[in-house]
């Protein structure tokens, strides 16, 4: 019988053992995962410091961009921004020397010219889907449409009616181009592009096709692509 229990006495001291060991492995594991477990808490709250300190920058960023603007906001009129003079083409077609600038205001802006052909503007485009106003429209809001590619063509009482209807219709079958009456400007019948005006005789003229063609979506164009529809609707 000795020789029985002594193999009993050590197949269970083996057996203890063993769960020893393994409660000794679960214990390592435990805290094992108990490290991770922090470590992945102190990242997450780390991370979540950078971001929050990002989020609260950038919100004070924009904040002082906005204030900017908001202070530039405050005058009646804001410049446009633009430095330079027109110089005028053989074709007669004016294209502006300098700079025209492109920040965007939401206030009235005084151009150097008339109609303008780019500066500062406002941020919504004027919808310039081949989209014929029969009102005139705000200079800052289609200096954005000019922005994207679009052909403004212009008119004064002065002009023929024969020749707006003409060009209101050339217009309406012409995606990134518009048309509105203009009282400021020194000839009856004009178009501008950004950088770019012409004085047409009538509609006639065949300068209205060539300057379609060069600057509807034209080399000029700061955006080409960009939205003609979705701005500022009739």
């Known amino acids: 019988m000795g020789p029985v229990k002594n193999s009993n006495s050590a197949t269970r ?10 409660e000794r492995a679960r214990e390592r594991r435990n805290r094992i995962l108990t490290v991770a477990a922090s470590v992945v808490v102190v990242a997450g709250l780390v991370v979540g410091g950078v971001v929050l300190v990002r989020s609260q920058s950038d ?8 204030t900017a603007a908001s202070g530039d906001a405050k005058n009646a009129k804001n ?10 083409g053989e074709d007669g077609v004016q294209t502006w020397s300098g700079k025209l600038s492109r920040t965007h205001v939401t206030t009235g802006v005084t151009y150097p010219m008339h109609p303008p ?12 889907n081949g ?45 990134y181009s518009l048309m509105s009456p203009y009282e400021k400007q020194d000839a009856p019948l004009i178009l501008s592009a950004w950088g770019h ?6 509609a006639k003229d065949p300068e209205v096709d060539k300057f379609f063609a060069a600057y509807v979506q034209g080399e000029q164009t700061p955006e080409p692509g960009a939205s003609c529809t979705g701005g500022v609707m009739r």
């Open 79 to 88: 410049s446009a921004g633009d430095s330079g003079h027109f110089t005028t």
């Open 131 to 175: 989209t014929v106003y029969d009102k005139p429209v705000h200079d800052e809001n289609a200096v954005h449409a000019l922005e994207h590619g679009a052909v403004w063509v212009t008119y004064t009482g002065a002009a023929d009616k024969a020749d707006v209807s003409a060009l209101a219709a050339k217009v309406k079958r012409t995606p």
């Open 59 to 66: 919100s004070g960023g924009s904040g002082k961009k906005d």
């Open 13 to 22: 001291s083996a057996r203890v053992e063993e769960m020893r060991r393994a």
């Open 197 to 202: 005006q012409v004085t047409v005789k009538s």
């Open 117 to 128: 052909v780019g500066g500062n503007h406002n941020p919504v485009w004027l919808d310039c």
